[in-house]
């Protein structure tokens, strides 16, 4: 089987002439006025990311591509915007007739996109993780309805093992409030490296998808954490959690989706997707960050891969749809959203390959120094992450790369302190079972800092991992076989 399948993959890439390569002049101007001062930085339900938002919407047009969301290259979705109130945060414990106070950005932190006051009684739930595939249940002798968990970060591997989708927080939530939970309580992992703020470096204000996780969650320091880790099966023990914001604001973001269907009257139900995100973390205190790498530069990318597939006089059998989601920076709503509410059927997508900071070459930052092991030169390496999930996708991707020559390394998935899967819009794609791989340059100096600007990015590498894409792509668009998910 594998050697019929390596022929039809290695054949379906030679429509792909030198006409069809990435066009430099053309990314560069696209990552130019996506980074621009006039797009203030691309922050999700501001004005500038509707602007890019259109701008890509135009370009996917022009590209020839066909509206899939009615008659509109757009998916709206809407969200909540809103501004914890943290001194009036509370979380205490209640046993015994007796009652302790948490303090608040000291003892626990987090907050919700609803004014709330719950008291419920406190039961212990392991990781929160349910994974059938692994004959695992945090679940499966407890009834957690009407009560606050309390669950571990992570999950229970092996130190040298990389993470799998159950231990996400976005998962965990869900799984939550599946089981009927009113809310989270989180024991950190004090091994996780935090991507704090800093006077220079940004992070996106807190944004809730509407009508997806509805219980708050809060984040326990290592003391809390212990001490009520140790009520552990005490049935008295209560909490009492009071959220409450100083600002809530409803608006409406976008993912840009479009179609080039597929020639061949079997395989176009089918559908390979080709995803970026185009916002990023707008401006604040005078300074735009602008994120020419974080992620103007995927977004271009699948803007490019658009008009070579669309102008190409030969089209892939399967679908391809373009798709270039909001909101990634507040936690991959667009992508959660766009799973949820799939405009193909999540069913017959067979692979997604996404791009994202694309266009830097790697260095350590102070949360990867001692983590990962980063080459010296990095001018020529492009990173795969989620790929475990799929060694068939895994593959495709390595047999075209041999006519590219970048250098890929799969450390990330590996790795179990930086998060790398749970950090960007394929992981929505791997919880739904849909194998999916990110094409990721790596974390730099200046990662969502107001220096990530244009002249810094290396788009002879860029130019690679996009010619990596259209390729990788057509392989599996041509393909009779589909990568598995495992």
């Known amino acids: 089987m594998m050697p019929r399948c390596a022929v039809a993959l290695g054949a379906a890439v030679l429509w792909l002439s030198a006409s069809d390569a990435p066009r430099i002049e053309r990314v560069r101007a696209d990552i130019k006025f996506l980074s621009s001062d006039a797009l203030q930085g691309r922050l999700s339900l501001d004005r500038g990311a509707d602007v890019g938002a259109q701008y890509i919407a135009a370009e996917f047009e022009k590209a020839g591509l066909k509206p899939v969301s009615g008659d509109s290259f757009m998916q709206p979705f809407t969200l909540v915007a809103y501004r914890p109130n943290l001194p009036a945060e509370h979380l205490e414990l209640i046993r015994n007739g007796e009652s302790k106070a948490f303090r608040p950005r000291t003892d626990?932190?987090?907050?919700?996109?609803?004014?709330?006051t719950i008291q419920a009684p406190l039961v212990f739930a392991g990781y929160g993780i349910t994974a059938p595939e692994y004959n695992y249940d945090d679940y499966s002798k407890l009834d957690v309805r009407g009560k606050v968990v309390l669950i571990l970060d992570h999950e229970p591997l092996a130190q040298s093992a990389g993470h799998n989708?159950?231990?996400?927080?976005?998962?965990?939530?869900?799984?939550?409030?599946?089981?009927?939970a009113v809310a989270v309580l989180i024991a950190n992992d004090s091994r996780a490296r935090t991507f704090t703020a800093t006077p220079a470096r940004g992070t996106a204000p807190p944004q809730a998808l509407e009508g997806w996780i509805d219980i708050p969650s809060l984040s326990l320091n290592e003391e809390a954490a212990k001490e009520l880790l140790a009520l552990k099966g005490d049935s008295k023990a209560e909490i009492r959690i009071v959220t409450e914001n100083s600002t809530v604001h409803t608006g409406t973001s976008y993912n840009v989706a479009g179609l080039l269907e597929g020639s061949d009257p079997l395989l176009r139900q089918e559908t390979i997707l080709l995803t970026a995100h185009y916002d990023h973390l707008g401006a604040r205190d005078g300074a735009v960050y602008p994120g020419a790498n974080d992620n103007a530069s995927g977004t271009a990318g699948v803007m490019e891969l658009a008009r070579i597939f669309g102008s190409s006089a030969v089209k892939p059998k399967r679908s391809l749809l373009f798709v270039v989601f909001g909101s990634e920076e507040e936690g991959m709503l667009g992508s959660h959203y766009?799973?949820?509410?799939?405009?193909?059927?999540?069913?017959?997508?067979?692979?997604?390959?996404?791009?994202?900071?694309?266009?830097?070459?790697?260095?350590?930052?102070?949360?990867?120094?001692?983590?990962?092991?980063?080459?010296?030169?990095?001018?020529?390496?492009?990173?795969?992450?989620?790929?475990?999930?799929?060694?068939?996708?895994?593959?495709?991707?390595e047999r075209e790369n041999a006519d590219v020559g970048l250098l890929l390394d799969t450390k990330f998935d590996r790795d179990r302190e930086m998060n790398a899967l749970f950090r960007c819009d394929h992981f929505p794609f791997l919880v739904h079972h849909v194998p999916a791989v990110w094409f990721f340059g790596g974390w730099h100096p200046g990662y969502h800092e107001p220096s990530d600007t244009v002249d810094k990015l290396n788009f002879q590498k860029m130019e690679k991992v996009i010619r990596l894409a259209a390729r990788s792509a057509a392989a599996l668009a041509n393909s009779t076989e589909s990568p598995r998910f495992q």
Not at 108 to 116: D, E, H, I, L, Y
Not at 165 to 178: C, D, F, Y
Request: charged share 20%; net charge positive.
């Open 338 to 397: 766009y799973c949820n509410h799939p405009l193909r059927p999540l069913a017959g997508t067979r692979a997604v390959i996404n791009l994202d900071m694309i266009a830097r070459d790697e260095a350590h930052i102070p949360q990867s120094e001692g983590v990962v092991q980063i080459p010296q030169d990095t001018s020529n390496e492009l990173n795969l992450v989620g790929a475990f999930y799929s060694p068939d996708l895994r593959k495709v991707v």
């Open 165 to 180: 989708v159950h231990g996400a927080r976005s998962t965990k939530l869900m799984n939550a409030q599946q089981h009927g």
């Open 108 to 116: 626990f932190t987090g907050g919700f996109v609803r004014n709330v």
